[in-house]
């Protein structure tokens, strides 16, 4: 089956391993990216074909999609600008994660090698658990959000949609972290953190808010 790869820089290789791996390693792999020259990639994974608008033009029958972006206003863009296409998205969990019961995990997401996530969590569409991030039961983690690698997430947190966990950043038991909000590495969220801002430090402390247009990203993978 052909995967179309939504970018080419290193996540997105890394993002196509954990495919290859999860499909034993059959699966032929295109790469598309607006920033990345054409050519093979050091990976030896494959190879750029073109920018992310010629994806279509390399769609054939049974084609999937592989989301392999990790910032979420970009991930967000680049759903919307490959809507038109109609074709499925590919869900990428690495052979290496742990996925215990009732794990529920939505369209177009990646969870990576050495991830943990235990029991009844709800992972939604196009979200990113990356390497070695630990999310607890009953927690739920929304559309778009990215979990940067080493998060951890515990029971019954909460990370709402697009919202960002920085490597190594941490959320206790039942907080909420807001909507396109931004935990930076190493932050540890005692309470739960509002919407559309920047959170550092033990406690977590907002630094800056954000303006509602800046949740969506800017050029192209």
């Not at 190879?47 to 206003?73: K, W």
């Not at 009732?102 to 569409?125: F, Q």
């Not at 909000?181 to 430090?201: E, F, H, M, P, Q």
Request: glycine share 14%.
């Amino acid at each position: 089956m052909r995967h179309l790869v939504v970018g080419a820089a290193g996540h997105a290789q890394e993002v196509a391993w954990s495919l290859r791996e999860m499909l034993g390693g059959k699966a032929e792999l295109l790469f598309f990216d607006d920033r990345i020259p054409l050519g093979p990639l050091a990976s030896g994974l494959g190879a750029v074909v073109g920018p992310i608008d010629a994806i279509g033009d390399h769609a054939t029958d049974g084609a999937r999609l592989v989301l392999a972006v990790g910032l979420p206003r970009l991930k967000t863009m680049l759903v919307e600008r490959l809507a038109a296409l109609r074709l499925p998205w590919a869900t990428v969990v690495h052979p290496g994660a742990t996925i215990g019961p009732n794990v529920r995990i939505g369209a177009g997401s990646y969870v990576a090698a050495g991830a943990i996530v235990t029991v009844n969590v709800h992972v939604g569409r196009f979200a990113t658990i990356n390497m070695h991030c630990q999310v607890a039961h009953d927690a739920v983690v929304a559309p778009f959000a990215t979990l940067h690698p080493g998060a951890r997430v515990a029971g019954n947190a909460v990370i709402g949609e697009g919202a960002e966990l920085g490597t190594t950043a941490a959320v206790l038991p039942g907080v909420t972290v807001g909507p396109w909000a931004v935990l930076g590495a190493g932050g540890v969220a005692v309470r739960s953190l509002a919407g559309d801002a920047t959170y550092v430090g033990l406690p977590a402390r907002a630094i800056r808010r954000r303006p509602v247009l800046a949740r969506r990203g800017q050029g192209a993978a």
